[in-house]
């Protein structure tokens, strides 16, 4: 039933010059007996910095909140974390820490309340795992390690020891370790992971799709896990500037490209403006 659907939305969208692609991300049978390193999650960037929802956030990758996108089926979440930032005064003395892109001054919101999207989510659906994945200005890695053990999200930390394999997801599910975070900033836990040490990343400044070829600015290909960026780098124009490169072709050429180049699937397929995307379909695809 779902195939013949399916196929239908695609000859419908075909017709009509619309995206068609797999609604949500599918725990299913073709992935939950594989490991972490071996899956690929369809991933937001800036994910914080969205257009509709409670905040209000200036320049935009994202159409909707983060409650939204878990809801959609988003599994992965790059998050910018900060803490004062001289262009917003009210932060000057402030201790705690914040989520904004670049300047706080263009919006701004407190981890703690990211963090409680998060822990709801995973308090309801028993089956899900979540990957954050923290880019920062923050060195005092003790404050963003506090924010997490203050708050009931941290009995869903998955704690990995240095020499330890990535579990099977299934195991993730029935220990109830379901959320791994990583870190640019300095990891000083079990749980708080260094990407350095278990991730390689693609160039992120793409100005075309031309500018897509996959070259590795981050780590190295020997590590465990891929975050591939697919957006284009600009501040003004975000949403049309990424609407042709978020189409099946586009996504799923450089998610193969990439995937020979480097040996490894792209573990966290990385977009702006999801909403308006293949990145589903595209997942599900690289999964089987």
Same mark, same amino acid.
């Given at each position: 039933?779902?195939?013949?659907?399916?196929?239908?939305?695609?000859?419908?969208?075909?017709?009509?010059?619309?995206?068609?692609?797999?609604?949500?991300?599918?725990?299913?049978?073709?992935?939950?007996?594989?490991?972490?390193?071996?899956?690929?999650?369809?991933?937001?960037?800036?994910?914080?910095?969205?257009?509709?929802?409670?905040?209000?956030?200036?320049?935009?990758?994202?159409?909707?909140?983060?409650? @939204?996108?878990?809801?959609?089926?988003?599994?992965?979440?790059?998050?910018?974390?900060?803490?004062?930032?001289?262009?917003?005064?009210?932060?000057?003395?402030?201790?705690?820490?914040?989520?904004?892109?670049?300047?706080?001054?263009?919006?701004?919101?407190?981890?703690?309340?990211?963090?409680?999207?998060?822990?709801?989510?995973?308090?309801?659906?028993?089956?899900?795992?979540?990957?954050?994945?923290?880019?920062?200005?923050?060195?005092?890695?003790? @404050?963003?390690?506090?924010?997490?053990?203050?708050?009931?999200?941290?009995?869903?930390?998955?704690?990995?020891?240095?020499?330890?394999?990535?579990?099977?997801?299934?195991?993730?599910?029935?220990?109830?370790?379901?959320?791994?975070?990583?870190?640019?900033?300095?990891?000083?836990?079990?749980?708080?992971?260094?990407?350095?040490?278990?991730?390689?990343?693609?160039?992120?400044?793409?100005?075309?799709?031309?500018?897509?070829?996959? &070259?590795?600015? @981050?780590?190295?290909?020997?590590?465990?896990?891929?975050?591939?960026?697919?957006?284009?780098?600009?501040?003004?124009?975000? &949403?049309?500037?990424?609407?042709?490169?978020?189409?099946?072709?586009?996504?799923?050429?450089?998610?193969?490209?990439?995937?020979?180049?480097?040996?490894?699937?792209?573990?966290?397929?990385?977009?702006?403006?999801?909403?308006?995307?293949?990145?589903?379909?595209?997942?599900?695809?690289?999964?089987?």
């Amino acid at each position: 039933m779902f195939k013949h659907l399916f196929l239908l939305c695609c000859s419908l969208a075909f017709m009509s010059h619309v995206l068609c692609q797999v609604t949500g991300f599918m725990m299913n049978e073709d992935i939950i007996h594989k490991k972490f390193n071996e899956v690929c999650f369809p991933t937001t960037h800036n994910s914080f910095n969205y257009l509709i929802g409670p905040k209000h956030f200036i320049y935009p990758n994202q159409r909707y909140d983060i409650p @939204r996108q878990l809801e959609d089926g988003i599994r992965a979440f790059m998050i910018d974390i900060h803490s004062y930032n001289g262009l917003n005064p009210f932060l000057r003395r402030d201790k705690k820490v914040y989520t904004f892109h670049k300047f706080a001054v263009l919006g701004f919101q407190p981890l703690s309340e990211i963090l409680s999207y998060f822990s709801s989510f995973l308090s309801t659906h028993p089956k899900e795992i979540i990957t954050i994945i923290f880019d920062c200005t923050i060195e005092e890695s003790a @404050r963003v390690v506090g924010a997490f053990e203050s708050h009931p999200i941290f009995s869903f930390l998955y704690h990995k020891l240095a020499n330890q394999e990535w579990p099977v997801l299934a195991d993730m599910i029935q220990q109830n370790q379901r959320l791994v975070v990583l870190t640019h900033c300095s990891g000083s836990s079990d749980w708080y992971l260094n990407q350095d040490q278990y991730c390689f990343e693609n160039d992120y400044k793409n100005h075309s799709a031309e500018d897509y070829h996959c &070259k590795i600015i @981050r780590g190295d290909t020997s590590k465990d896990l891929f975050i591939m960026n697919h957006f284009l780098y600009n501040i003004f124009n975000r &949403k049309k500037v990424n609407s042709n490169t978020n189409s099946y072709s586009s996504l799923m050429s450089h998610s193969l490209y990439c995937q020979r180049k480097t040996g490894h699937i792209p573990n966290f397929l990385s977009i702006d403006w999801y909403d308006k995307s293949d990145l589903f379909r595209v997942v599900d695809e690289l999964n089987k």
